[in-house]
């Protein structure tokens, strides 16, 4: 049987973000990542926050034309585009700062 735990959420919000299992195990492997996870540090809060929003626009691309996810050759990562207005937009910045 596969593991699911890459994409499966763990940990999902009221708002509809969510954290994967996979997600959470990586940042346990930080220095202190299990005590920030137990004291909702920052770090662990800005974390949460990205993975909420990577989650939802990965999610997003899946069903909708007017998100793109793609290899950005001049950063080296993955990157979104989005309609600077609108639904998404709106969903990912209460999510920003965690």
């Given at each position: 049987?596969?593991?699911?735990s890459f994409r499966a959420p763990?940990?999902?919000d009221d708002d509809g973000g969510?954290?994967?299992k996979a997600q959470l195990k990586f940042f346990m492997n930080r220095r202190r990542g299990f005590d920030k996870i137990q004291s909702l540090d920052t770090d662990f809060l800005l974390y949460m926050?990205?993975?909420k929003t990577y989650n939802y626009l990965w999610d997003c691309s899946k069903n909708r034309l007017d998100v793109l996810m793609?290899?950005?050759n001049i950063?080296?990562?993955i990157a979104f585009s989005?309609?600077?207005t609108g639904r998404i937009a709106e969903t990912i910045s209460k999510w920003?700062?965690?």
């Open positions: 049987m596969a593991d699911n763990l940990m999902v969510y954290i994967t926050g990205y993975c793609y290899w950005d950063k080296n990562t989005f309609p600077k920003k700062d965690g």
